[in-house]
């Protein structure tokens, strides 16, 4: 059982570039979630899909868009990286919404 | 709305000393709160939880109580090790909406 996975671990982009940052998890979960995490910030909800064919925005989902592909995988995507994304991201899932979150090892991204 | 506070950091102690990290909420409702642990380099890990008033979480020496009276979810441990160093973070579920809010973290350093 790896949880959650995330990859890459960690990426370079150029202002302008995209890229989409992919999340999978093997516990059979309905929610799953993709964070930002910044300085002094704690962690911000960018979008969560409660169930599979289910996407709403949470807190700062400007910029990025988001993908359920199927229950097991969640997927980000920055169309045009800026240099205020540059960022650690985290995906995690749970069993339902509202229910225990589980959380994958980040990507570190850097945009210049 | 539902908000987080926790005490800012870092946090510096000795070994063997006594952790008292505070963590206040404000929430409509009933929520759910949770400790996540965050250790150099790697992503979040749930270190305990509590889901109604008067509960106590526990977990590898950690204890933190549900105190609805006072709203809050104070994190602690009665002898600290060199291996606890880690950002620790307070964060609730409200049922009605699913969404984990997190405080902005703190971090604990312990000096052998």
């Known amino acids: 059982n790896a949880g959650v996975t995330q990859t890459p671990k960690f990426q370079v982009l150029k202002t302008g570039q995209s890229m989409t940052l992919q999340c999978a998890q093997d516990?059979?979960?309905?929610?799953m979630y993709w964070y930002r995490q910044d300085p002094g910030m704690g962690l911000r909800l960018i979008y969560y899909s409660a169930s599979e064919g289910t996407t709403d925005k949470g807190e700062v989902p400007n910029g990025y868009n988001v993908s359920r592909l199927n229950k097991r995988e969640f997927s980000l995507r920055l169309e045009s990286a800026a240099p205020s994304q540059t960022s650690v991201y985290f995906c995690?899932?749970?069993?339902?919404?509202?229910?225990?979150?589980?959380f994958g090892p980040g990507t570190r991204l850097l945009v210049l | 709305g539902n908000s987080v506070t926790q005490m800012e950091g870092p946090v510096t102690l000795s070994e063997e000393a006594f952790l008292t990290i505070n963590c206040t909420y404000t929430a409509t409702g009933y929520p759910s709160l949770f400790w996540y642990v965050q250790y150099p380099g790697e992503g979040l890990q749930l270190l305990l939880k509590?889901?109604?008033?008067?509960d106590k979480g526990s977990n590898k020496g950690f204890e933190a109580t549900y105190r609805k009276e006072t709203t809050s979810f104070h994190l602690e441990k009665g002898s600290v090790q060199v291996s606890d160093s880690a950002v620790y973070f307070c964060?609730?579920?409200?049922?009605?909406?699913?969404?984990?809010?997190f405080g902005q973290g703190t971090t604990l350093q312990v000096k052998p």
């Open positions: 964060a609730l579920i409200n049922s009605n909406t699913g969404k984990l809010i």
């Open positions: 995690a899932s749970s069993e339902g919404p509202g229910g225990t979150q589980y």
């Open positions: 509590a889901t109604k008033a008067d």
């Open positions: 516990m059979n979960h309905n929610s």
